[in-house]
């Protein structure tokens, strides 16, 4: 159960970096109030996850996700420039979260 609160804080990671370029620098109402709503589910979930999780996978498992799902749909929906190598580095990330995550011992 704690890492899937990972996974879902992760993904809710992936959300408020979206909403933080979409704010314009906190200038834009709505893309702000996702952006607070996003970050503090995300982070009060990776809290809980760490009650029972070690620190070091669960904080790469949560970081790692963000990174690659931020990335991921920049390149779908925000125009962001897709490359081979950037490809294959978000895969390696992703490999990465996998392995930490498999290597995670709870408490």
Excluded: N
């Excluded at 990671?13 to 702000?32: D, I, N, Q, Y």
């Excluded at 978000?90 to 979260?97: D, F, K, N, R």
């Amino acid at each position: 159960m704690a890492w899937l609160l990972v996974v879902v804080a992760g993904l809710l990671e992936t959300g408020f970096a979206v909403c933080l370029k979409l704010s314009h620098g906190f200038t834009r109402l709505w893309p702000t109030v996702a952006f607070c709503v996003f970050a503090l589910g995300s982070f009060g979930l990776l809290t809980l996850s760490l009650k029972k999780l070690d620190v070091g996978p669960a904080y790469a498992v949560w970081t790692g996700i963000g990174a690659a799902g931020t990335a991921i749909y920049g390149m779908i929906f925000l125009g962001d420039v897709v490359s081979t190598l950037k490809i294959v580095s978000i895969t390696l990330v992703i490999v990465g979260v996998v392995g930490l995550q498999l290597s995670g011992s709870a408490h």
